[in-house]
C-alpha cells in the first residue's frame, strides 16, 4: 500500500472549516518495491580447473594456468608446503618429486571450487672425479623415479626410486678401458614418464692397472696366476699373514679353510688397483644349509603370478600371502639384477619373470599336485641369488618337462651376477663366470595328457662354489609360446650334511 498526502488549498470563507484542509490520499499499486537479488540465484556450483607445463629454462619450474567459471580469488597449494593467490603463477620448487598440487577458487557469490592434479618436477645433473682411468660420479639428480647412465663406451647402468637410496647405480663408479674422449649422458624420468637427460665428455684419462687372477688348489697348496691389464708390479696377501710380490706365486697354507686372498698391481702411472677373492683349501666343510626360496614353486598361491616372485631376477615389492594376506616381498631386499633385465628386454622381449603354473611335478616330493613356474617365450629366466660356502661341494636338482620335443633347457649356477648373457654364451665365458652347468635334452613326454604318465625328467649335477654366492639361472630359448613350454618344479641346492 502506498500513501500520499496531498494539500490543498480553498480561497472561499466557510465558517466551520479552517482557511485549508489538508486531505490524506490512499491508493494500492498492486505490488511491492523492486528490490535487486543476491548470492547464487540459479544456484549454479562453479568449477575451476588447471593446466601445468615445465619451464623451458629450469625442470624445476612449473607454470600454472587457471580455467575456472567466474573465479575473483584463487588459492593454491603447491603440494610442498607453500602457497599462493595469484591467479596464474609460476612456482619454483626447491627440490624434484611428485606433488599433489590443489587450486581452490572463490566466486562472486562466496562459492568454492577444487582442482587437484599431481606435477613431477626434476633437476638433473652430476659431477665427476677421475683417477686414472676410473671415474666416480656424484649424481645431484632430485625428482626421479628411474635414471639410467650411459657411459659412453658401450656399457649402461640403471637405477629405480623403488630400489635403495644408497644403490651405487644412483652414483656409479665406472672404469674405461681406453684413455679416449668419452661422452657420459645421464637420463632421468620423473615419476609422469618425462625424460631429462645432461650429457658431459670425460676427457684425461689415463689407463688404468685392472687386477685379476685364478688359482688351482691342491689340498694345502695353491699355485695363483696372474691375470691382471696393465700392471707394472704385484702385491699378493694371502690371507693368511703371509705375503709376496712375484707376478704368479704358489703357496701352501698351514690349515684348510677359505682365505680371503687380495691381489693389488701398480700401473705405471703409480695409481694401485686390488681385487679380493675367496679361496678355499684343505677342503670345506659347509657351516650352513643354503636355502632355495620357494623351492617346490608352491608359495603365495592366492595370487599365482607372486608365485613365481622368487624366481624373478626383478622381484616385485609386495605379494599376496595365504595367510597374511599383501606383503612386503621377501626376495626383493636379497637380489635384484635390473642391469641384466634390461639386456633381456633389449634383446629377446619384454618380461623375463617366469610363469605360473598348476602343472607341476605330480609325482615328485609334491607328489598329489602342486603348482611349479613355466618358460614359455624366449625372454623368460628363473633367477634366483643364494648364499653358499666357497669349497663346498653341493649337489643341484632340478625336474624339468618340455612341452614338445626339441626344446632344450639350460641350468646355470653362476659365480657372479652377471649384467649380459654373453657372459655365458661360450664354454670359455662359463668356465670364468660358472661353477655349475647342465644341458637338458631329455625332459620331453609324448604322453604328458595322461596323468599316470605325467612325469618330470629329474636333472642332478655336483658343483663346487667359488665364491660367496651363487645364482641359479634357468633358460629355454626354444620355449617360444604357450605351446612350446618347459614347465619346472624341485628347485634345490642339497647342502652335505644338512
Not at 613365481?308 to 595365504?322: L, Q, Y
Not at 663346498?392 to 641350468?411: K, L, M, P, Q
Not at 649380459?420 to 668356465?431: G, V
Request: glycine fraction near 8%; hydrophobic fraction near 35%.
Amino acid at each position: 500500500m502506498i500513501c500520499k498526502i496531498i494539500k490543498k488549498y480553498n480561497i472561499g470563507v466557510f465558517l466551520i472549516l479552517p482557511m485549508f484542509l489538508g486531505l490524506i490520499s490512499c491508493y494500492d499499486s498492486g505490488s511491492e518495491e523492486f528490490v535487486p537479488p543476491t548470492g547464487n540465484v540459479n544456484n549454479i556450483q562453479p568449477n575451476t580447473l588447471f593446466t601445468t607445463s615445465t619451464s623451458a629454462s629450469d625442470n624445476l619450474t612449473i607454470v600454472f594456468r587457471s580455467y575456472s567459471t567466474d573465479a575473483t580469488s584463487y588459492f593454491w597449494d603447491f603440494g610442498d608446503g607453500n602457497t599462493s593467490t595469484e591467479a596464474n603463477p609460476d612456482y619454483t620448487y626447491a627440490t624434484g618429486g611428485l606433488y599433489a598440487v590443489k587450486l581452490t577458487t572463490t566466486s562472486s557469490d562466496g562459492l568454492t571450487a577444487e582442482a587437484i592434479e599431481n606435477v613431477s618436477p626434476i633437476f638433473v645433473d652430476f659431477n665427476f672425479g677421475a683417477i686414472d682411468s676410473q671415474v666416480t660420479f656424484e649424481n645431484l639428480t632430485t625428482g626421479a623415479k628411474t635414471l639410467v647412465w650411459d657411459f659412453g663406451d658401450g656399457n649402461t647402468v640403471e637405477w629405480d626410486a623403488e630400489d635403495a637410496g644408497t644403490d651405487s647405480n644412483f652414483s656409479p663408479i665406472h672404469s674405461y678401458i681406453t684413455a679416449e674422449t668419452f661422452t657420459v649422458t645421464l637420463i632421468a624420468t620423473n615419476y609422469l614418464g618425462v625424460g631429462v637427460s645432461v650429457t658431459k665428455n670425460i676427457e684425461g684419462l689415463v689407463l688404468s692397472t685392472v687386477p685379476d687372477f685364478t688359482f688351482d688348489v691342491s689340498s694345502l697348496d695353491v699355485q695363483f696366476t696372474d691375470a691382471s691389464i696393465l700392471a707394472v708390479s704385484h702385491s699378493w696377501d694371502f690371507g693368511d699373514g703371509n705375503t709376496s710380490t712375484e707376478t704368479s706365486p704358489s703357496h701352501t697354507y698351514a690349515v684348510a679353510g677359505t682365505y680371503n686372498v687380495t691381489l693389488t698391481t701398480t700401473n705405471e702411472a703409480g695409481v694401485s688397483r686390488s681385487i679380493t677373492k675367496p679361496v678355499p683349501v684343505g677342503g670345506i666343510e659347509p657351516t650352513f644349509k643354503v636355502i632355495v626360496q620357494n623351492s617346490t614353486c608352491n608359495d603365495h598361491t592366492s595370487n599365482t603370478g607372486d608365485n613365481a616372485d622368487a624366481w624373478d631376477m626383478t622381484p616385485n615389492s609386495t605379494v599376496v600371502d595365504d595367510n597374511l594376506g599383501t606383503i612386503d616381498s621377501p626376495y626383493r631386499a636379497l637380489w635384484r639384477n635390473t642391469d641384466l633385465n634390461a639386456y633381456i628386454d633389449a634383446t629377446f622381449c619384454t618380461n623375463e619373470q617366469p610363469g605360473s603354473t598348476s602343472d607341476g611335478n605330480k609325482f615328485g616330493p609334491n607328489a598329489g599336485g602342486g603348482r611349479g613356474v613355466k618358460l614359455s617365450n624366449s625372454c623368460r629366466r628363473l633367477y634366483q641369488l643364494v648364499n653358499v660356502e666357497p669349497g663346498v661341494e653341493y649337489t643341484f636338482t632340478i625336474d624339468t618337462r618340455s612341452e614338445v620335443e626339441g626344446i632344450n633347457t639350460e641350468v646355470f649356477i653362476l659365480n657372479n651376477e652377471i649384467t649380459t648373457e654373453d657372459a655365458i654364451n661360450t664354454e670359455a665365458e662359463r668356465a670364468t663366470n660358472t661353477d655349475g652347468y647342465a644341458l637338458i635334452d631329455n625332459d620331453f613326454n609324448g604322453s604328458k595328457s595322461s596323468s599316470s604318465n605325467d612325469t618330470f625328467t629329474t636333472t642332478t649335477f655336483t658343483f663346487e662354489a667359488s665364491a660367496n654366492i651363487a645364482v641359479i639361472y634357468v633358460r629355454a630359448l626354444k620355449a617360444v609360446d604357450s605351446s612350446n613350454e618347459v614347465f619346472i618344479d624341485n628347485i634345490d641346492i642339497i647342502t652335505p650334511g644338512f
